[in-house]
């Protein structure tokens, strides 16, 4: 059974920073795309970034140059740094993983994602 827990969300002040985690179970998230998406209330959620099996990264041009998707194999875990946050990247952030391995493609949309978290609130205020 696959899981994906996310952590690292909070309250931070415009201009700030904070790195979300997914720890991943149930999947080897090294062999696999990730991605992070987020969600906004009113919204439709919206692709943030990815990563795949062989950690070639993709972003949104909302945030290119801002945010940063990394993975630590051994401890089998996802991040998106944040820096330099504004009040419009207020949200919540979900993780996703895909169920195809050692697939190169960037995975853009949510369909392209077969597991996801519960997601973690972050919050900017400006």
Same mark, same amino acid.
């Given at each position: 059974?696959?899981? =994906?827990?996310?952590?690292?969300?909070?309250?931070?002040?415009?201009?700030?920073?904070?790195?979300?985690?997914?720890?991943? +179970?149930?999947?080897? !998230? +090294? !062999?696999?795309?990730?991605?992070?998406?987020?969600?906004? @209330?009113?919204?439709?959620?919206?692709?943030?970034? *990815?990563?795949?099996?062989?950690? !070639?990264?993709?972003?949104?041009?909302?945030?290119?140059?801002?945010?940063?998707?990394?993975?630590? #194999?051994?401890? #089998?875990? /996802?991040?998106?740094?944040? #820096?330099? =946050?504004?009040?419009?990247? *207020?949200? /919540?952030?979900?993780?996703?993983?895909?169920?195809? @391995?050692?697939?190169?493609?960037?995975?853009?949309?949510?369909?392209?994602?077969?597991?996801?978290?519960?997601? *973690?609130? /972050? *919050? /900017?205020? !400006?």
């Amino acid at each position: 059974q696959v899981q =994906l827990a996310e952590s690292g969300g909070g309250l931070v002040q415009a201009g700030g920073s904070l790195r979300l985690s997914c720890a991943a +179970s149930g999947l080897a !998230s +090294s !062999s696999y795309p990730m991605g992070w998406f987020r969600q906004a @209330p009113g919204k439709e959620r919206e692709f943030v970034a *990815t990563i795949t099996w062989s950690d !070639s990264t993709y972003y949104a041009d909302s945030v290119k140059g801002r945010f940063t998707i990394s993975r630590d #194999n051994a401890k #089998n875990t /996802v991040y998106l740094q944040m #820096n330099s =946050l504004e009040s419009l990247d *207020t949200a /919540v952030y979900y993780c996703a993983a895909s169920r195809f @391995p050692f697939d190169s493609r960037y995975r853009i949309e949510a369909d392209d994602y077969d597991y996801w978290g519960q997601g *973690t609130q /972050v *919050t /900017v205020s !400006s």
